[in-house]
T-cell receptor
Framework: GESVGLHLPTLSVQEGDNSIINCAYS??????FIWYKQESGKGPQFIID?????DKRQGQRVTVLLNKTVKHLSLQIAATQPGDSAVYFC???????????FGSGTRLLVRP | DAGVTQSPTHLIKTRGQQVTLRCSPK?????VSWYQQALGQGPQFIFQ???????QRGNFPDRFSGHQFPNYSSELNVNALLLGDSALYLC???????????FGQGTRLTVV
């Protein structure tokens, strides 16, 4: 079936450390990927995206890496802050489809 | 820019009733998608509207229907509510062609 294989783990990091959240996607035809952050009681908030013709993209404190060979996506957050505590989802999209396919998310907890 | 707005924020309905949820897209966006998010899971695509027509649908029964108005706003209707319909319903807007979608804060529907 179609899925972005992100089982629901919890990642606990110390404030100031770097965080790495991983995601395995199943559809090799997917060509666009997005990371969203969702805080409790809120809708998903866009963090960063990447197209399949790239293998790395950087934003402010965040980097997304794409490895198409093994169908793996990761989100790196530098100098993690308490405000980064949330559930993080990766989502995939195919050019021939209008929908985003989400995984189940990773909860990031930042210890002070 | 108000972003994507949804109403109401919370709703309690009785099994068998009908419900209508509303969404106004981000300024400049012409495409609206609806997602259902069960507790602890990633959002699941319900359908997408563009030019007042449904152009893609996920694996949801016909009890779920929608509408898009000329001003691009949208409604999600659910008939004959089941307990299992309890979830956070998310509206996302984008430009025609798919890709990056911006989400509203969601409507929390509880069916009792």
């Amino acid at each position: 079936g179609e899925s972005v294989g992100l089982h629901l783990p919890t990642l606990s990091v110390q404030e100031g450390d770097n965080s790495i959240i991983n995601c395995a996607y199943s559809n090799s035809a997917s060509d666009y990927f997005i990371w969203y952050k969702q805080e409790s009681g809120k809708g998903p908030q866009f963090i960063i995206d990447i197209r399949s013709n790239m293998d790395k993209r950087q934003g402010q404190r965040v980097t997304v890496l794409l490895n198409k060979t093994v169908k793996h996506l990761s989100l790196q957050i530098a100098a993690t802050q308490p405000g980064d505590s949330a559930v993080y989802f990766c989502a995939e999209n195919m050019d021939s489809s209008y929908k985003l396919i989400f995984g189940s998310g990773t909860r990031l907890l930042v210890r002070p | 820019d108000a972003g994507v707005t949804q109403s109401p924020t919370h709703l309690i309905k009785t099994r068998g009733q009908q419900v209508t949820l509303r969404c106004s897209p981000k300024s400049g966006h012409d495409t609206v998608s609806w997602y259902q998010q069960a507790l602890g899971q990633g959002p699941q695509f319900i359908f997408q509207y563009y030019e007042e027509e449904e152009r893609q649908r996920g694996n949801f029964p016909d009890r779920f229907s929608g509408h898009q108005f000329p001003n691009y706003s949208s409604e999600l209707n659910v008939n004959a509510l089941l307990l299992g319909d309890s979830a956070l319903y998310l509206c996302a807007s984008s430009l025609v062609g798919g890709g990056l979608a911006f989400f509203g804060q969601g409507t929390r529907l509880t069916v009792v």
